[in-house]
């Protein structure tokens, strides 16, 4: 194993409070009973088995064994949950496991539109803009339709997908054209000019049939905006901490050159991107069955490197880091002694 660190010890990595602890144990027991069935599975990319593992747990201490092929550099999680137990995770643990997930509320939607002011930008040098005054913009995998909501105020035509009924329904409430399905069951009147998956394909189980899907449906002359979290800027969005970055909802992960690989299995070229993962695609009109490149020993050695720094370690010496330790430290002392006013108060003074 490449990180000793990531060892199954069961220990989460995020300070959990109770809600999340409870649901970490009834995932935990899931498995342990078999209702939570796991299954192989290879590279999606190079369809290759041998892999290096970099650990076998995942932030809040959950069984998750990542990889990174051998043969391609693709990070993706095996063995992992089937389907039907990653459904009835996501309905009855994921929401209350991953607590930072926003409620859908007028606050949210603000910030997804200022996120669709970034992504708008992002788009701009691509000329997708110029195909014609208002274009037909889809997104699956929507949420709220906060980052749609933007482009619509720009003159577009939007339409926004997303599984989560809560967000459709609140989104629909501000006068957006969403609906809650999935992108395979949804009758479109034409094709998209542009297609936005931000913070998704890294969940989808069958990537491949996910992105044939996208390389039917897009227009011939559109663009394809894909957003997930790169392996290879931990140290800038994870606090340099591979164990804050792996969670079990995230089957795929991905540098530019991993994304740029699966694109070009499915006929797409890279317009331009980053290792944020933001990144930009078209339909190629060369043929792609060209070999993947190989990024395998940059993704390893970017994260043994990362990992001997020891900088997970030292968030704690960062501004940001004594502030939030000195919090944290302050709320157990008072919680543990009792004294609640004075606990109130001294959150007044750090915040
Ligand atoms: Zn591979």
Same mark, same amino acid.
């Given at each position: ?22 649901? @970490? ?25 041998? %892999? ?32 039907? $137990?990653?459904?009835? #995770? ?32 992002? *788009? ?24 749609? $909501? ?5 003159? /577009? ?22 609906? !809650?399905? !999935? ?10 000019? *542009? ?7 890294? /969940? ?8 044939? +899907? ?9 663009? +394809? ?14 606090? !340099? ?9 995230? %089957? ?10 699966? *694109?070009?299995? /499915? ?9 944020? %993962? ?9 043929? *792609?069955?060209?070999?993947? /490149?190989?990024?395998?020993? !940059?993704?390893?050695?970017? +994260? ?8 997970? @370690? ?8 004594? @502030? ?25 003074? #750090?915040?």
């Amino acid at each position: 194993m490449l990180l000793s660190r990531l060892e199954n010890d069961g220990q989460p990595e995020l300070k959990l409070n109770q809600m999340q602890l409870d649901m @970490k144990v009834q995932v935990d027991r899931k498995v342990a009973e078999g209702r939570y069935v796991f299954e192989e599975v290879r590279c999606p990319i190079c369809e290759g088995a041998e %892999v290096t593992v970099v650990g076998k747990k995942d932030r809040y201490g959950l069984a998750c064994q990542t990889n990174i092929c051998t043969d391609c550099g693709l990070g993706y999680t095996s063995p992992r949950m089937t389907q039907a $137990s990653y459904n009835e #995770f996501y309905n009855e643990e994921y929401r209350q496991l991953y607590t930072s997930l926003p409620q859908a509320d007028d606050y949210y939607i603000y910030r997804q539109e200022r996120r669709g002011k970034i992504l708008y930008d992002f *788009m701009r040098p691509s000329g997708v803009f110029e195909l014609k005054d208002s274009l037909f913009v889809l997104e699956v995998g929507c949420s709220a339709g906060g980052i749609l $909501s933007y482009f619509k105020q720009q003159g /577009h035509q939007i339409k926004g997908l997303d599984l989560n009924r809560t967000y459709i329904n609140f989104g629909k409430s501000k006068g957006l054209d969403l609906e !809650a399905k !999935a992108f395979k069951d949804v009758q479109l009147e034409r094709k998209p000019d *542009m297609i936005i998956y931000s913070h998704v394909l890294e /969940h989808v189980l069958d990537i491949n049939a996910e992105l044939e +899907l996208v390389k039917s449906r897009l227009a011939p002359d559109g663009y +394809l905006y894909i957003e997930v979290p790169g392996i290879k800027e931990i140290h800038k969005n994870y606090r !340099a901490n591979v164990l804050r970055y792996v969670q079990n909802a995230h %089957v795929f992960h991905f540098s530019l050159e991993s994304l740029v690989n699966l *694109m070009a299995k /499915h006929g797409f070229e890279l317009v331009y991107g980053d290792q944020f %993962v933001k990144a930009v695609f078209r339909h190629s009109e060369v043929d *792609m069955n060209a070999a993947p /490149h190989n990024d395998h020993e !940059a993704v390893v050695r970017y +994260l043994q490197e990362l990992e001997s720094t020891g900088k997970y @370690k030292y968030d704690a010496f960062t501004p940001r880091g004594i @502030k939030k330790n000195l919090r944290a430290a302050a709320i157990d002392f008072l919680t543990v002694t009792g004294t609640k006013d004075l606990l109130k108060r001294v959150l007044r003074t #750090f915040s």
